[in-house]
């Protein structure tokens, strides 16, 4: 069965310093992979995705994932966290050979950017 | 585009009662998922529906159940509401390319459901 997790919590760092909000899955086929964030008292916003192609995907506000298969890894970044950037951030993963055609959410990652 | 649109924000019901939510998905789109989220549990997968047929189901009990119309629109019913079934519902507008599973999905607000 496919699964997602989100080694953090929390994650705190300084506004201005560079952040990254783990992500870890497991799926039997090829994986889609998703980020979301979502903000006190509104929905999901989509960040990004990986479908296939380069490892390194940019999405908005300046946030990009790299997807390592060998590590079924999907981590978050972005070089410079603005105090903005505070917010809950989930993970998703699609196996898109499953016969589960769910999406399933990691837990969620609370971020703190310091000012 | 208008985006996502999830009736009624708000809800305030005591046990026993039902309560049906309504979510309007982005123009063109003919899928809709529907998720639960709580603070403790997260967000759970309850169903998604594709051109008014259920595509798939999450582990929840009988008591909750959706349905498609034919102009992409989505509801769920809760009955026999319990204290648990307090959380915020989440509706998605599921962007499906052709001859592919879903791709991205976009959120509406949410329905925040209180029972009492």
């Known amino acids: 069965a496919q699964s997602v997790a989100q080694p953090e919590d929390q994650v705190n760092v300084a506004e201005g310093n560079p952040l990254t909000v783990k992500c870890t899955y497991s799926v039997s086929g090829n994986p889609y992979l998703f980020w979301y964030v979502q903000y006190p008292n509104r929905g999901l916003q989509f960040l990004l995705k990986?479908?296939?192609?380069?490892?390194l995907v940019k999405g908005s506000y300046g946030f990009e994932a790299e997807f390592n298969k060998s590590q079924t890894s999907f981590h978050l970044k972005k070089p410079s966290a603005l105090v903005s950037d505070s917010a809950l951030y989930f993970c998703?993963?699609?196996?898109?050979?499953?016969?589960?055609?769910?999406?399933?959410f990691g837990k969620g990652t609370r971020l703190h950017i310091l000012p | 585009k208008a985006g996502v649109t999830q009736t009624p924000r708000y809800l305030i019901k005591t046990r026993g009662q039902q309560v049906t939510l309504s979510c309007s998905p982005i123009?063109?789109?003919?899928?809709v998922s529907w998720y639960q989220q709580t603070p403790g549990q997260g967000l759970q997968f309850l169903f998604e529906y594709f051109s008014e047929t259920q595509r798939n189901k999450g582990n929840f009990p009988g008591r909750f159940s959706g349905r498609q119309f034919s102009n992409s629109r989505s509801e769920m019913n809760v009955s026999t509401l319990e204290l648990g079934d307090s959380a915020l519902y989440l509706c998605a507008s599921n962007e499906r390319l052709s001859g592919s599973r879903t791709d991205t999905q976009y959120f509406g607000p949410g329905t925040r459901l209180t029972v009492l």
């Open positions: 123009s063109g789109h003919r899928s």
């Open positions: 998703a993963v699609r196996d898109i050979r499953g016969r589960d055609d769910k999406i399933i």
């Open positions: 990986y479908i296939t192609g380069d490892n």
